[in-house]
């Protein structure tokens, strides 16, 4: 996901594309992370979600790689959960009897 992440940065260098690129890179982002059990739209990785959306909306600071970043932040937050042994809340429905 790190390289699809620096493909849109460079992609999002283009004035008027990057706003195109960056809302199709955050659908990308996050259902890679529902395909991978983690959910796009709580706490941490919401507003790191946001936060980079924000920024590829502002013209020149739009230059900063913002995905990548916010890529690189999100799979650090779920790795070192896992290690932690937090549940992050998942989209799975519980299935009760």
């Known amino acids: 996901m ?4 620096i493909v849109f940065a460079f992609i999002s260098i283009i004035p ?9 890179y955050f659908l990308t982002l996050n259902f890679w ?3 991978n059990g983690v ?5 941490k990785t919401l507003v790191t979600n946001i936060t980079a959306m924000i920024v590829e909306f502002i013209p020149f600071v739009s ?12 799979i ?3 790795k070192s959960q896992d290690k932690l042994g ?6 799975k429905p519980k299935l009760t009897k």
Do not use: C, H
Not at 16 to 24: D, M, P, Q, T, V
């Open 39 to 43: 959910n796009p739209f709580s706490g």
């Open 2 to 5: 790190i390289l699809v992440a």
């Open 86 to 91: 937090v549940k992050m809340p998942a989209l």
């Open 33 to 35: 992370l529902l395909l």
């Open 16 to 24: 008027l594309i990057n706003l195109i690129s960056g809302f199709i």
């Open 76 to 78: 650090i937050m779920v």
């Open 63 to 74: 230059w900063l790689p913002a995905e990548v970043i916010a890529t690189i932040a999100i």
